[in-house]
């Protein structure tokens, strides 16, 4: 927006040189400007679709994957259901719908509630959750003590990202300079000694590696506000291993209209930014935190694994018929290996049963 980026340069004069991620989290998360915070656009008509998306299919299958974990710390009478980073509110009221239906007794003792940071996002799902007893926090921490279960698809890509290069003269990191009225890229000594040593070993030179020191620190605090229970995690990532497979090819790109952008300068504020989750920098957060691995799966296995390809009743009426035809699709779209499929369901527990069975026996 040209607010946003007239702001940003601005701030570029008479302050310096933004870090990439402090460029990512103005970009995101300006109060006046921000993409989520003031225009985010979810669902086929917006900029990107989510899996809830595709109809109740996800929030049916993700309420027998919170079902199981209820289950599995004893059916307590009083739970915490928490979603982190609702969108429009259609996961949480899929996934408590689904529980009414086959799991009565863990819906009526959950006790609902959102994180969000953004005051838009906040209203929709208030709209979509009207007449719902729930609870919103700004963070983790407000929720504390969250004793249950505590889910978030699609979040851990949202934190910003330090970007780091390896260069002939060492590491360097990433800013996001002004020249003649432009935002240009920029490379500087890293910000914090810190960063210099998170960069591998094996990126080539001339490759890229980002770090989200924001989505760790999220993740210790929701390890920390955890008393009990467990925290399932669902992102497109990868674990070090398959990120330092794409030699030093970096992951941060936008979103608009469902295609992606080039130029994450073009209209700062106007469109997604978004970078691939390391999954092994996040667990080695959780497990800082006091939280334990409890499993991790492709979307694909998990739900499948959590019954996504059951057969059910052959529908009679036409709209029966249709309505099948359509959760047929949708089930397709969310085990598709070159889509939601590739997803990757990461659990993790505290003081409760680890592993969980329908996340099979992957340790990383």
């Not at 933004?18 to 979810?42: Q, V």
């Not at 003649?180 to 590696?209: H, K």
């Amino acid at each position: 927006m040209p607010e946003l980026r007239d702001s940003l340069i601005a701030r570029i004069r008479a302050r310096g040189a933004l870090t990439f991620a402090e460029y990512m989290e103005a970009a995101l998360y300006d109060p006046e400007h921000g993409y989520y915070t003031t225009r985010a656009r979810i669902g086929f008509d917006g900029d990107y679709l989510t899996a809830s998306d595709l109809g109740p299919v996800f929030g049916r299958l993700l309420a027998r994957a919170v079902a199981d974990l209820w289950a599995q710390l004893g059916k307590p009478q009083a739970w915490d259901l928490v979603e982190a980073g609702a969108g429009r509110g259609t996961t949480m009221r899929d996934v408590q719908a689904a529980l009414a239906r086959a799991e009565p007794g863990a819906a009526r003792s959950a006790r609902p509630a959102i994180i969000e940071v953004s005051p838009r996002l906040r209203e929709q799902q208030a709209r979509t959750l009207e007449g719902q007893e729930l609870r919103w926090a700004s963070s983790p921490r407000a929720l504390a003590p969250i004793r249950g279960v505590v889910y978030a698809n699609e979040v851990l890509d949202a934190f910003p990202v330090h970007v780091l290069m390896r260069t002939e003269d060492g590491v360097r990191e990433v800013y996001v300079d002004e020249r003649e009225g432009r935002l240009v890229e920029a490379l500087r000594s890293p910000s914090t000694q810190d960063l210099r040593w998170r960069m591998p070993a094996s990126v080539p030179v001339g490759g890229r590696w980002e770090v989200s020191t924001a989505a760790e620190g999220w993740v210790a605090g929701l390890g920390s506000a955890l008393a009990g229970g467990y925290v399932l995690l669902i992102d497109y990532g990868d674990d070090e291993a398959g990120l330092l497979a794409r030699e030093g090819a970096g992951t941060v790109r936008g979103f608009a209209r469902h295609r992606l952008l080039e130029d994450p300068f073009a209209e700062p504020g106007a469109h997604d930014l978004t970078a691939t989750v390391n999954f092994s920098a996040i667990r080695q957060a959780a497990e800082g935190a006091g939280l334990v691995f409890a499993g991790s799966a492709t979307q694909r296995d998990a739900l499948t694994a959590l019954g996504a390809r059951e057969a059910t009743v052959r529908p009679g009426t036409p709209i029966e018929q249709l309505r099948a035809a359509s959760g047929r699709a949708a089930t397709d779209a969310l085990l598709d290996p070159n889509g939601f499929g590739a997803f990757r369901v990461v659990c993790y527990a505290k003081d409760a049963p680890a592993p969980v069975a329908w996340l099979g026996i992957r340790t990383r």
